[in-house]
């Protein structure tokens, strides 16, 4: 069965330090994207990418960096990771048109930067 | 730019019937999805309304009306596992594919 997995799972990094979360899917999906959910903001779109080499920017994107060199990855990178930047990280992946506007989502990484 | 509301929380007895509403304001439009979040896990998807009207599916409906920027979810028979968080989320350039999500609506069900 297609799916979409993150790693790691949980997370503990040190302020300043550069940290990379990675995304995975199988759904042969187009568009993917990364967003950061936080209590009383909901989910907020980081960064996203409609395929190979193509990477936007979101609602949130700074101090995040992204790229895509094939359809299956998309790692985001926390450049200098910041007490700010401590969230539920989920990426989602969608086919595109109409009804596959439809987001999949991955279970989630949970980053604490001390 | 876009502005989605939503209640932040609900409550509602097992069994009975709960009307989750959410209002848009976004530049430009093109469809309205509902997605389902437990508590520590992700999104999982409910329903997708393009046009105006109701979509049912089992004990969940929703519900669109896009002259007045407002959808609800209706939720039927209420069961303990429908306490989570339900995300309203809409799609506002045609051909693009960017979800701008609401806080979300926090559901507790009671026995």
């Known amino acids: 069965d297609a799916e979409i997995t993150q790693s790691p799972r949980h997370k503990i990094t040190e302020t300043g330090r550069q940290v990379t979360l990675a995304c995975h899917q199988t759904w042969n999906h187009n568009n993917m994207f990364w967003y950061r959910q936080d209590l009383g903001h909901g989910l907020r779109l980081i960064h996203y990418?409609?395929?190979?080499?193509?990477?936007n920017k979101g609602e949130v994107s700074d101090g995040y960096s992204v790229s895509r060199s094939n359809t299956e990855d998309l790692p985001l990178t926390l450049e200098s990771a910041a007490s700010s930047q401590t969230s539920v990280y989920f990426c989602?992946?969608?086919?595109?048109?109409?009804?596959?506007?439809?987001?999949?989502f991955g279970p989630g990484t949970r980053l604490t930067v001390t | 730019g876009q502005n989605i509301d939503q209640p932040t929380e609900m409550t509602a007895t097992e069994g009975a019937i709960v009307q989750i509403n959410c209002t848009y304001q976004t530049s430009g439009f093109n469809g309205l999805f509902w997605y389902q979040q437990h508590a520590g896990e992700a999104p999982t998807f409910l329903s997708y309304?393009?046009?105006?009207g109701l979509e049912e599916k089992g004990r969940f409906s929703s519900f669109l009306s896009r002259s007045k920027g407002y959808s609800y979810l209706l939720l039927k028979e209420l069961q303990m596992k429908d306490s989570a968080s339900y995300l309203c989320a809409v799609t506002s350039q045609v051909g693009y594919s960017t979800l701008t999500f609401g806080k979300g609506t926090m559901l507790l069900v009671s026995p």
């Open positions: 989602a992946s969608s086919a595109g048109q109409g009804r596959s506007y439809e987001q999949y």
């Open positions: 309304n393009v046009l105006d």
């Open positions: 990418s409609y395929g190979v080499q193509d990477t």
